[in-house]
């Protein structure tokens, strides 16, 4: 098989290929770091390889294989890691040069288990400093350029950018990045691939660096639903779910009236409005409706501050109050937002929120899933935000809104490509109860199947 075309092979893809013995993954490893080294010279996608580990790694994987023992479909499969999971003995910064020299002894859990699966690490991905932007503006590292647009450097979407642009770039089959406030989904929609948010609670967090534990998830970026579905069985120690005569036709779709459609920009109006059509067209029951536990989720934050910030300040606060002078503008502002939050604000926060979530379950409980655009615009450049504070958080806060609901109503979702032939990506998101993932997925891949 003509190595040329790997890094456009989805990651079962090429496992497929592993298993045929059409491709070693001794050979698929060296293909890829190659890849990196030219297309990466700056290690603004990538912080760090970690290439001795990963050739180990691929000539156990092609030792299985010869020997009919592959731990999973994906076994010699690469994949690349944000720089948040615990890597042991390479370094692991969450972005900031706060933490440049921390090096950790163990792996986290989650890629214990895809190592466990065979999958290989190829390296630490660049992200939002403390994983705390949806913009994936990292001046510490560099930004990652959007990897959509050849021409015009845009933000890759935060916080997972490096993960986002590695497999869009063709430097990973796929990618692990985490979810917060949008983090995997908005990377994964402004680059033009899918991202899926997991429930709360449902992956391990042991070795990610934390951000927000009330929201932190972990979730893959891919090339499609089928890759992010398998990725999640390796990550969840669980059997992929049947994707098999996935199907629209009766399926109730909530499209919001309240926040989610306003604002938006034409191209992904347009992008929307047609992504739409051709769900309906296909079977799909979509109804508009009103979804008032949006605007009272923001207008309770507005009130009593917002639960990431301190969170964060919390758990980073001697790190932040001792060098934050080394970190970027953008993301210490955010942090500092903290300091004018009560402990009864912050609690406040926590019981109301929990509270709307409880009644938007209620309220969608005769629906499939709600209907969204995963960001109200498409990405925009980087030289218009990076030192503008103004302009920064307006962009900020535009496209983490949608995403942000997400995780306020404590649900899982898939963001998947919607756009027009010859415009920039837009995503278009499908949001589930929590711990629906199985469901989440086989609408995403029938509203794949749809918009193709």
């Known amino acids: 098989m003509n190595d040329t075309a790997w890094h456009h092979m989805s990651a079962l893809e090429l496992g497929a290929a592993i298993q045929n013995g059409q491709i070693d993954p001794i050979d698929l490893t060296e293909h890829f770091l190659t890849r990196i080294d030219s ?28 020997a009919g023992l592959r731990q999973s479909p994906l076994d010699g499969v690469p994949m690349s890691w944000k720089d948040l999971t615990d890597t042991a003995g390479t370094e692991t910064t969450f972005g900031s040069a706060i933490l440049r020299d ?17 999958m290989i690490c190829l390296g630490k991905t660049n992200l939002s400093e403390f994983a705390y932007s949806g913009l994936g503006i990292n001046p510490i590292y560099g930004t990652p350029a959007n990897g959509a647009d ?88 669980s059997r992929p779910y049947d994707l098999g005569g996935a199907s ?22 347009g992008a929307m409005a047609a992504a739409l059509d051709r769900l309906s067209n296909a079977g799909a029951d979509i109804v508009e409706q009103d979804v008032p536990e949006f605007t009272e989720a923001f207008e309770l934050v507005a009130k009593h501050g917002n639960i990431i910030s ?50 938007y379950r209620v309220r969608t409980a005769g629906f499939a899933a709600t209907i969204h655009p995963t ?44 756009q027009r032939p010859g415009e920039l990506p837009v995503g278009l998101s499908l949001m589930a109860t929590k711990n629906c993932e199985g469901k989440v997925l086989r609408l995403a891949k029938a509203a794949e199947q749809a918009l193709a």
């Open 150 to 237: 050849r021409e015009v450097e845009r933000v890759p979407g935060g916080s997972s950018s490096g993960a986002a642009v590695s497999v869009t770039n063709g430097l990973a089959p796929a990618g692990i990045g985490s979810d917060t406030g949008g983090s995997v989904r908005i990377p994964a929609a402004l680059n033009g691939i899918v991202g899926l948010k997991t429930s709360p609670g449902l992956l391990p967090l042991d070795g990610i660096l934390p951000l927000s534990p009330t929201f932190d998830t972990i979730g893959p970026l891919t090339r499609d639903v089928a890759d992010a579905n398998a990725i999640f069985a390796v990550l969840n120690q």
């Open 248 to 269: 629209l036709q009766g399926v109730r779709l909530l499209k919001p009236r309240d926040v989610m459609f306003d604002d938006l920009d034409a191209t992904v109006a």
């Open 310 to 359: 301190a969170e964060a300040y919390a758990v980073w606060f001697d790190e932040v109050e001792n060098r934050g002078d080394e970190m970027y503008w953008g993301i210490l502002s955010r942090f500092q937002m903290a300091k004018t939050l009560s402990a009864i604000d912050a609690e406040s926060a926590h019981i109301g929120l929990s509270a709307i979530a409880a009644r």
């Open 375 to 418: 960001c109200a615009r498409i990405a925009p450049p980087i030289a218009d935000l990076e030192h503008d504070p103004v302009a920064y958080d307006e962009a900020n806060l535009a496209i983490t809104r949608n995403t942000r609901l997400g995780n306020i109503m404590e649900t899982c979702g898939v963001t998947q490509p919607c």
């Open 102 to 118: 921390r090096v950790p002894d163990r792996d986290a859990l989650l890629l214990r288990r895809a190592t466990l699966a065979g």
């Open 39 to 66: 297309g990466d010279p700056g290690h603004r996608i990538y912080i760090r390889t970690t290439a001795d580990r990963a050739r180990a790694e691929a000539a156990a994987a092609s030792a299985r294989a010869k």
